[in-house]
């Protein structure tokens, strides 16, 4: 939806707090006209306004908020006074725990929380390591060959793997991964989709068959007790809850089996694309993450996560953070009416100068040197913060751990062509191929980062 030209500001609520300062309205005609990306727009808004800001993409309100303080506020101290309304992933995840509200979504949330802590992914280490080994083995054939591969494709090969490793307990077959490429399609194509529901369900409708048909076979398999070699996964948490729980019916189930794949690869991969483009334009942070103690080290492991944190601060999981204010509320000192549309943002608080110095520079000692980051829970918030926060967030970490555990020790990703923008959908990707060939580590040691 085109924004208004112009605006009266966000109506000031006596007593509880001043008006949000609000965007120009030449700002939103030129941003309308030059057709820019809504990241743009936000990126603007906060440079002239601040960390709480409103503007208007229609006639109603909507507050961009960044300041840590106030992220807090909305995501951790008061959830229930800022909700969410609708994912915009709903067409492919239906009414899974990511789009669930309300009592359903706390019931859902319980059943799969001890899941993703504790003694819940030990669980599941086994099955993430050997899909790990499983890419490095096909890597060492790469590099034997001199083959030509998609990075992002891989990356994807990889994480849908595990995730499938810990849903059903079985290795990820050549059939269905080629079924489950209608995931990503789908969630490629969201944003781009008619606004009314008949319309953008039948622009997809084949891909949501085919992953409806997926996850219809992995259901009456769990049913029927066909663990796999590692024993019974997710999937058999959820199929054994309908026995005591009836709202967990073959739809719902259907819903959390694809909210966990979206949840438990998309993002996942997408990170570790971003990650392998950025080692390739600064090589020695690989080299420096390596050095830290030896293999299998705390030291090691600590440096390899540095570099997917850093990596996730530039590139949020989830870029933006939509939520709707319930009542009026007092928000960092500012007046919001109950109806507001609120957009967090942690692409933008990420990417803050006054929180992060050099915010646009790749550096992984932000997470490894005492004081290297901001210590404020609202300035780093990859996978959200408070009851809503992503609940894969320890699985996400324990893969992409584990993954460049195997393959940084051996390979150099040359890449023949890398993407020159981001895209901003539901996560921030690439935009286009990421091919490349790889190198052994030691033959590219020479290569001196600019």
């Not at 085109?2 to 966000?10: F, H, I, V, Y």
């Not at 950025?278 to 540095?306: I, K, M, Y």
Request: with cysteine; glycine share 8%.
């Amino acid at each position: 939806m085109e924004p208004e030209a112009t605006a009266d500001p966000l109506t000031h609520v006596p007593g509880t707090g001043r008006p949000v300062p609000e965007a120009e309205p030449e700002l939103l005609r030129r941003w309308r006209s030059e057709g820019g990306e809504l990241v743009e727009l936000l990126t603007e808004v906060r440079e002239r306004s601040g960390g709480v800001a409103a503007f208007r993409l229609g006639p109603a309100p909507t507050v961009l908020v960044t300041d840590p303080e106030a992220v807090r506020h909305v995501l951790a101290r008061y959830p229930d006074r800022y909700v969410k309304r609708s994912h915009r992933a709903r067409l492919l995840i239906g009414d899974g725990v990511l789009a669930a509200t309300g009592a359903a979504w706390k019931s859902q949330r319980r059943l799969l929380q001890s899941q993703f802590t504790g003694p819940g992914m030990r669980r599941y280490e086994h099955r993430i390591t050997e899909a790990a080994r499983t890419t490095a083995a096909r890597w060492e054939e790469y590099a034997r060959t001199g083959q030509s591969f998609d990075v992002g494709q891989e990356m994807r090969r990889f994480a849908l793997d595990a995730i499938w490793r810990a849903l059903t307990g079985h290795v990820l077959d050549d059939g269905t991964e080629r079924e489950l490429d209608a995931v990503a399609a789908v969630a490629t194509a969201l944003p781009t989709l008619p606004a009314d529901v008949t319309g953008s369900h039948d622009a997809v409708a084949a891909d949501l068959a085919r992953i409806d048909a997926v996850a219809r076979n992995a259901v009456e398999a769990a049913r029927g007790g066909a663990a796999g070699p590692d024993g019974p996964g997710l999937l058999h948490v959820l199929t054994d809850a309908a026995a005591e729980h009836p709202e967990y019916t073959d739809r719902l189930i259907r819903d959390e089996m694809v909210t966990l794949m979206v949840a438990g690869h998309e993002t996942t991969a997408t990170t570790l694309t971003w990650l392998y483009l950025l080692l390739d334009q600064h090589p020695a942070a690989r080299e420096q993450a390596l050095a830290a103690g030896g293999e299998g080290s705390e030291q090691r492991r600590q440096a390899v996560q540095a570099l997917v944190h850093e990596t996730l601060r530039l590139y949020p999981s989830a870029w933006m953070l939509p939520r709707h204010a319930t009542e009026d509320d007092t928000l960092a000192g500012y007046a919001v009416e109950a109806g507001t549309d609120i957009l967090v943002c942690p692409y933008l608080t990420h990417r803050d100068p006054e929180l992060w110095p050099d915010p646009e520079h790749f550096d992984p000692g932000r997470f490894t040197a005492p004081d290297g980051r901001p210590a404020h829970p609202g300035a780093y918030f990859p996978f959200g913060i408070g009851p809503r926060a992503c609940l894969g967030l320890q699985f996400a970490l324990r893969e992409s751990t584990v993954l460049l555990e195997h393959l940084l020790p051996v390979h150099t990703v040359n890449f023949s062509a890398t993407p020159t923008k981001a895209v901003y959908g539901i996560t921030v990707r690439p935009d286009g191929p990421t091919p490349a060939t790889l190198l052994n580590r030691l033959d590219a040691s020479s290569v001196v980062e600019p």
